[in-house]
């Protein structure tokens, strides 16, 4: 092999290297983006309605008081919003479930609010408990302090979920940059090893050559350089030797 394939192979090899591991890095990055962000859209989906639906909740309870003080109108019109806002809510929650377990948090949601639904239900056609405060802090008050916390244990536990999908990207992105490391290193050490072979067979036999031609012309000693390889430097030294004989005929 010759010292232009030489040189150029170990180039090829280096480029090579790197650009297998900048390939490498940079489909792991895109993967762990968009998984990423497919992950945290669904849970901060499930978020958003547990928050819709706490905020419905405690609408309606401030409805149910409004009842209890004999103010009807006004607070069947919050309840009916309230409501159907967090109809809407639930089901967006009840649609996206993703995390293993979550369906049991859903139904959990959807039995409490059904209890507390019931009862605002019932005093709404029948307001026998107007201003009964005990019938609200016995009955309807625990209840919907129950359904309150379902919510929020959904919430807590998507929550979780984006806590640790953020772990794994760390976790991801510091396995995606190894591969770069690693080529690095290769890179650096195959340059070390193709700059001591450079240095093994082109440059020592270059400077042997040239101190060889030295010696002959200053003190006439005759030239004697060995080439361990056969390519453009052992056919150099060939044709040096080949002048000096026909010079010194």
Do not use: C
Not at 123 to 128: D, E, I, N, T, W
Not at 210 to 238: A, C, F, H, K, M
Request: net charge neutral; hydrophobic share 45%; aromatic share 10%.
């Amino acid at each position: 092999m010759g010292i232009r394939a030489k040189i150029m192979s170990g180039f090829l090899t280096l480029a090579a290297m790197l650009l297998v591991a900048g390939a490498w890095s940079i489909y792991e990055l895109k993967n762990i983006g968009i998984s990423a962000q497919i992950i945290l859209d669904e849970n901060y989906k499930s978020i958003d309605a547990a928050k819709v639906m706490i905020e419905s909740l405690e609408r309606e309870d401030s409805a149910v008081l409004l009842l209890l003080l004999g103010k009807r109108d006004e607070g069947l019109a919050i309840m009916r919003v309230a409501d159907e806002a967090f109809q809407k809510a639930y089901e967006t929650a009840h649609n996206n479930v993703t995390i293993p377990g979550e369906q049991d948090y859903v139904n959990a949601v959807a039995k409490a609010y059904a209890e507390y639904r019931e009862l605002w239900l019932q005093f709404a056609v029948s307001p026998k408990y107007r201003g009964d405060l005990n019938w609200y802090f016995r009955d309807v008050n625990p209840t919907f302090h129950r359904a309150k916390l379902a919510v929020s244990d959904l919430m807590n536990l998507n929550n979780q979920a984006m806590y640790k999908t953020a772990s794994n990207v760390e976790s991801r992105a510091h396995r995606a940059t190894m591969p770069g490391i690693i080529a690095i290193a290769s890179a650096f050490i195959f340059a070390i090893i193709f700059s001591f072979l450079i240095n093994l067979y082109v440059i020592n036999p270059v400077v042997k050559l040239t101190s060889g031609i030295q010696d002959y012309l200053e003190r006439g000693i005759p030239l004697n350089v060995r080439v361990e390889t056969e390519d453009e430097i052992s056919r150099l030294v060939s044709s040096v030797e080949q002048l000096i004989k026909k010079s010194t005929k």
